[in-house]
């Protein structure tokens, strides 16, 4: 079983701001994802990646970006956050398999 | 098209009994099939993972997996209140490419 790790767990900020959600990895998994995931929906995937400077988009358009710098990091940014971004966030890795481990999530809200 | 189907719910079913999910799927590609339990606010856990056709047991849990019939299940013995969550179940898509579709979950209630 993986660890990940996301931060902040809740985040409340005002229209326009940026903001970046982290997300880590101790197990040296090479696939890391990002999933959206609104109040009693299904899970979205946003953008993946599998391995260091490759990333991908999802299935789900998002105006957010990632990065893969370093294989355990896999941050999430919004340049300019607005209210319909309001939702759960969760992060995952999985190894060469495709079972995926989940991050504890982040909710934000855009005021 | 991808997409993966499941009866929302809810699923009420006594403590002590058998809850039965069921889950299908359109893309006949796919491999690996997964169930994870989500409780309210939570992220999802893996419970199952399954592969091949028939039935895989880790102890209170049974996934059963039938590729002609794109069909997943996922039985749940002697329910306890604590397996009260919405399970959702996962379908690799497109080959190889490692991508997971998720259903929108099934809520399953044990009435104690």
């Known amino acids: 079983e993986a660890d990940i790790y996301q931060t902040p767990r809740y985040l409340v900020i005002g229209t326009g701001k940026k903001i970046t959600l982290e997300c880590s990895q101790t197990?040296?998994?090479?696939?890391m994802y990002w999933y959206q995931q609104d109040p009693g929906m299904e899970l979205h995937l946003i953008h993946y990646?599998?391995?260091?400077?490759?990333?991908e988009k999802g299935d789900l358009s998002s105006e957010s970006t990632v990065s893969r710098i370093r294989t355990e990091h896999f941050p999430l940014t919004l340049e300019s956050a607005r209210p319909s971004h309001t939702s759960q966030y969760l992060c995952?890795?999985?190894?060469?398999?495709?079972?995926?481990?989940f991050g504890p999530g982040t909710r934000l809200l855009v005021l | 098209q991808k997409e993966v189907e499941q009866n929302s719910g809810p699923l009420s079913v006594p403590e002590g009994a058998i809850a039965s999910l069921n889950c299908t799927y359109s893309?006949?590609?796919?491999?690996?099939f997964f169930w994870y339990r989500q409780y309210s606010g939570k992220s999802p856990e893996l419970i199952m993972s399954i592969y091949s056709n028939g039935d895989k047991e880790d102890g209170r849990f049974t996934a059963q997996l039938n590729k002609a019939s794109q069909y997943v299940s996922l039985l749940i013995r002697d329910s306890q209140p604590s397996d009260s969550a919405t399970y959702l179940c996962?379908?690799?898509?497109?080959?190889?490419?490692?991508?997971?579709?998720f259903g929108t979950g099934t809520l399953l209630a044990i009435q104690p």
């Open positions: 197990m040296g998994h090479d696939k």
């Open positions: 893309d006949r590609g796919s491999q690996s």
């Open positions: 995952a890795s999985a190894t060469r398999g495709e079972t995926q481990y």
């Open positions: 990646s599998y391995g260091v400077n490759s990333t």
């Open positions: 996962a379908v690799t898509y497109g080959g190889a490419t490692n991508k997971l579709i």
